[in-house]
């Protein structure tokens, strides 16, 4: 290994990304439009990235979306601008090309509260039940998973298990006890949540449905049940954003990270978009770890292809499988890769 190349992979240990400063002149995006070309290099943004990001990607989606995307490019790297289970993902579809995450430390809380071998155990107490994870977890959780979900595809993930089965849902808890509702299934949670979506006011939000009677309130399915009660609209990301070019009113709450706002606002320019307010004084609902991800390490990760997400190949061969069935069964159900750019 070249003495530069250690020197990179230590400084990516140390900080998660290359800590390498950016001349603040340089025009960023030119430069990355120009590297996308260079490279062979497609950018894939999560609806939670920020906008200047959102703005350069060649596709943004919801977590399903990207993984379609990821498992159709035809780009030899592939610049996942979003979190550490979605590039994972994104490597186990296609193991062969290169994958790089802007930033290693990018990670999901959600992820975090569900540790492959505390699951493994707790699995080991329903051996006849059908795991089923959210896509938000890692890839060694996913060699533990039957099936994978994401939220726009759990309700047909969770109808296509035969009803005599029991079903064990991992890691999120407020999205498990949404399915039960929905589906009217009993299943095991797993009591993991996401940070974000777990923090909004009901007090706050009622007081602003009240200030604005003819807003309509919508919501991810992240969010605690008291938060889903009020919702006029549940839905994933994309189901969120549909929702709002569809639907007739022209104000609406939003309660989920709020980087999808600047799209709903692109797609609805004359709509007006309210953050659901947090139970925080900062009023800020950002996932921490998205935003890690900025134009400089978006840039730097694409220059120097790092860095990059290595994964071992049993964990590529066994988690790859629950991905796959998730696709198949979003395929019957008509839930295909759709283009947002
Ligand atoms: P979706 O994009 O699938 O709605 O997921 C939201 C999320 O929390 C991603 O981290
Ligand atoms: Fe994880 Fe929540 Fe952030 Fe999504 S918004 S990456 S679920 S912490």
């Given at each position: 290994?070249?003495s530069?190349?250690?020197?990179?992979?230590?400084?990516?240990?140390?900080?998660?990304?290359?800590?390498?400063?950016?001349?603040?002149?340089?025009?960023?995006?030119?430069?990355i439009?120009?590297?996308?070309?260079e490279?062979?290099?497609?950018?894939l943004?999560?609806?939670?990235?920020?906008?200047?990001?959102?703005?350069v990607?060649?596709f943004?989606?919801?977590s399903?979306q990207?993984s379609q995307?990821?498992?159709?490019?035809?780009?030899e790297m592939?610049?996942?601008?979003?979190v550490?289970?979605?590039?994972?993902?994104?490597k186990m579809?296609?193991p062969?090309?290169?994958?790089?995450?802007?930033d290693?430390?990018a990670?999901?809380?959600?992820?975090d509260?569900?540790?492959a071998?505390?699951?493994?155990?707790?699995?080991e107490?329903?051996?006849?039940?059908?795991?089923?994870?959210?896509?938000?977890?890692t890839?060694d959780?996913?060699?533990?998973?039957?099936?994978?979900?994401t939220?726009s595809?759990?309700?047909?993930?969770i109808?296509s298990i035969?009803?005599?089965?029991g079903?064990?849902?991992?890691p999120d808890?407020?999205?498990g006890?949404?399915l039960?509702?929905?589906?009217?299934?009993?299943m095991?949670?797993?009591?993991?949540?996401?940070?974000?979506h777990?923090i909004?006011?009901?007090?706050?939000?009622?007081k602003?449905?009240?200030?604005?009677?003819?807003?309509?309130?919508?919501?991810?399915p992240?969010?605690?049940a008291?938060?889903?009660?009020?919702?006029?609209?549940?839905?994933?990301?994309?189901g969120?954003?549909?929702?709002?070019?569809e639907?007739?009113?022209e104000?609406?709450?939003?309660?989920?990270?709020?980087?999808?706002?600047?799209?709903?606002?692109?797609k609805s320019?004359?709509k007006?978009f309210i953050?659901?307010?947090?139970?925080n004084t900062?009023?800020c609902?950002?996932c921490?770890?998205m935003?890690?991800?900025?134009?400089?390490k978006?840039?730097?990760?694409?220059?120097?292809?790092?860095?990059?997400?290595?994964?071992?190949q049993?964990?590529i061969?066994?988690?790859?499988?629950?991905?796959?069935r998730?696709l198949?069964i979003s395929?019957?159900a008509?839930?295909s890769?759709?283009?947002t750019k």
């Amino acid at each position: 290994m070249s003495s530069q190349l250690a020197i990179a992979e230590k400084e990516i240990k140390k900080h998660g990304y290359l800590d390498i400063e950016v001349d603040p002149t340089l025009d960023l995006v030119a430069e990355i439009e120009k590297l996308k070309k260079e490279k062979n290099a497609i950018i894939l943004a999560h609806y939670y990235q920020e906008s200047e990001i959102q703005d350069v990607a060649d596709f943004i989606g919801d977590s399903l979306q990207l993984s379609q995307m990821a498992a159709e490019t035809e780009a030899e790297m592939i610049v996942f601008a979003g979190v550490h289970f979605m590039a994972e993902t994104a490597k186990m579809l296609s193991p062969d090309k290169k994958v790089v995450l802007p930033d290693l430390k990018a990670g999901c809380s959600l992820a975090d509260s569900c540790p492959a071998p505390l699951f493994k155990k707790f699995k080991e107490k329903y051996p006849d039940h059908v795991v089923v994870s959210y896509v938000n977890c890692t890839a060694d959780l996913k060699t533990l998973t039957d099936i994978c979900c994401t939220s726009s595809n759990a309700r047909y993930v969770i109808e296509s298990i035969p009803e005599d089965k029991g079903i064990i849902f991992a890691p999120d808890k407020n999205l498990g006890a949404y399915l039960q509702k929905v589906t009217g299934r009993d299943m095991i949670l797993w009591n993991g949540t996401c940070m974000v979506h777990e923090i909004f006011s009901n007090e706050k939000i009622t007081k602003l449905q009240v200030r604005h009677p003819e807003a309509k309130f919508i919501a991810h399915p992240e969010c605690e049940a008291h938060i889903l009660d009020k919702a006029d609209f549940i839905g994933s990301t994309s189901g969120l954003l549909k929702y709002t070019q569809e639907d007739d009113a022209e104000t609406f709450i939003v309660a989920t990270e709020a980087g999808i706002i600047h799209q709903m606002e692109l797609k609805s320019p004359n709509k007006t978009f309210i953050p659901a307010p947090p139970n925080n004084t900062c009023a800020c609902n950002d996932c921490p770890h998205m935003k890690r991800n900025t134009m400089e390490k978006l840039y730097l990760a694409m220059k120097y292809g790092m860095p990059e997400i290595h994964l071992d190949q049993w964990v590529i061969d066994e988690g790859v499988k629950c991905i796959n069935r998730m696709l198949e069964i979003s395929e019957k159900a008509g839930l295909s890769t759709k283009k947002t750019k």
